[in-house]
Nanobody, 117 residues
């Protein structure tokens, strides 16, 4: 059974930094894409950043230049370093992984990020 355990997040002032991590376990297959999404109150869940197994990255325009996604394929862990945080980055952040062998996506439980202005 695939499990995702997120850590990090919390409360920070505008302009500050936070780091998130998400460790995946229980998969018998290779984890392909890994990523982070977020959902603010009253809004739809949106992509923040994704990274392929070969480390090709893509970012939402709103976070380019401020956030950095990375992964460790040995630890099956994905990271999100968030710098220059803004009030509009406040949301619940969800980790996501894609396993192509079983055509399945898995989600973490979500972690709150709150940026005070």
């Amino acid at each position: 059974q695939v499990q995702l355990v997120e850590s990090g997040g919390g409360l920070v002032q505008a302009g500050g930094s936070l780091g998130l991590s998400c460790a995946a376990s229980g998969s018998a297959f290779v984890i392909n894409d890994m990523g982070w999404y977020r959902q603010a109150p009253g809004k739809q869940r949106e992509l923040v950043a994704r990274i392929t197994r070969g480390a090709v990255k893509n970012y939402a325009e709103s976070v380019k230049g401020r956030f950095t996604i990375s992964r460790d394929n040995i630890k099956n862990t994905v990271y999100l370093q968030m710098n220059g945080l803004k009030a509009e980055d406040t949301a619940v952040y969800y980790c996501n992984i894609r396993i192509n062998a079983v055509q399945a996506d898995y989600w973490g439980q979500g972690t709150q990020v709150t940026v005070s202005s």
